[in-house]
């Protein structure tokens, strides 16, 4: 009796942990046929502050990559020496990251607002420590640089946890 009681159990047990692991399923992945390399992503848009984040892996590289459209004709470039990308967690963690290239702003008539502005889309590769901490905690919010002047951007905190999601199925995927 004890015996069946815990086959009961074990199977239990087995089933509710296959039918509580989520699947990973990104918004692209698919395999770059010259490199052989899978690239894969996450798209998140944050409507309050008219940001999307794109989180993904490009073959072992992952990365954080944002883009925000910016009232007027801005001239200014991202560095990639000088304007880091700083991320704060809700466990209190704050990560930095650089720039993987010097990013200029593309200008562009917005109709619906009939305004000129210019959007920077900044990629920003990470560490794979960097990742396991984003994978373990949510952002609550991050700050960027362009030459120098802040920008901040408050993260909702449902966005944060799918995006903390989104980096735990980046790392299960490497």
Known sequence: MIKKLGILIFLFLTTLT???QKKCKFDYEKEDKVSG???RFYEFNILL???KIQIGNNGPQSYFNFG???VGEKEEVIRKETDTLYIRLANKELLTLNPKENTKGTAHI???QRQVKTFFAPMYYMTEDQLKMLS???IV???FLIEGLEYTVEMPDKKGEKIMEGFGCLKQSK
């Open 37 to 39: 390399k899978t690239i």
């Open 68 to 70: 925000i459209d910016m």
């Open 18 to 20: 296959a039918f509580s």
């Open 110 to 112: 917005n109709e619906q």
């Open 49 to 51: 502050a008219g940001v």
């Open 141 to 143: 919010g991050f700050k």
């Open 136 to 138: 373990e905690s949510p």
